[in-house]
């Protein structure tokens, strides 16, 4: 059994540069392009179980990539949304450490921690551990997809690795269209 995690292709928050968390925004033409090239890249990992964020621009990637690897269910799984940003969602991602008084960076970016009514990264942690146990009772013998989000996406890749949220935080930045092995 292997899990591996997409980053949904550029949506159009993405593009403008916002902070978009639980916005529903959809996919841009050149996300919908990256979302096929992943696609052609996943072709030989024999995935057969393709899970999705509920939010457009990952259930638009995941049935690009269905698509392609001609799956054809896609199961919705909440516990693949995106971190609630809370008051800094919509702000442009140059400001978003400005939001909290206690931050971490990673290659790219500043991670604001205590931003007022956002998800915790320990509660992201939380999430994510408990879907990939979830995944990994459900299909032993199979190779799953999930498409999710960027910083959801380094919980899982926290998780999987057995690290703390702290260093999932601290590590690689995901851009739009990566693939990852997470198991």
């Known amino acids: 059994m292997s899990i591996y995690f997409v980053r949904h292709g550029q949506d159009e928050d993405n593009a403008a540069g916002l902070l978009n968390g639980r916005r529903d925004d959809d996919l841009t ?25 509920p939010l457009k621009r990952a259930q638009q990637t995941a049935h690009i990539i269905a698509g392609e690897l001609r799956v054809n269910r896609i199961m919705i799984e909440p516990h693949l949304t995106e971190r609630d940003f809370g008051v800094a969602t919509g702000y442009p991602v140059a400001e978003m450490a400005k939001f909290a008084s206690q931050t971490l960076s990673d290659n790219k970016f500043t991670y604001p921690l205590d931003t007022p009514q956002a998800e915790t990264f320990p509660k992201a942690y939380q999430r994510a551990a408990a879907l990939l146990e979830k995944i990994k009772q459900q299909y032993p013998e199979q190779n799953v997809l999930l498409v999710s989000h960027g910083e959801f996406g380094k919980m899982l890749r926290a998780a999987a690795q057995g690290i703390s949220w702290q260093d999932g935080v601290k590590s690689p930045y995901i851009e739009n269209g990566e693939i990852i092995k997470l198991l």
Do not use: F
Request: proline share 0%.
């Open 29 to 53: 033409d050149y996300g919908r392009q990256k979302a096929l090239e992943t696609a052609r890249k996943l072709k030989e990992q024999g995935i057969k179980t393709i899970y999705s964020s």
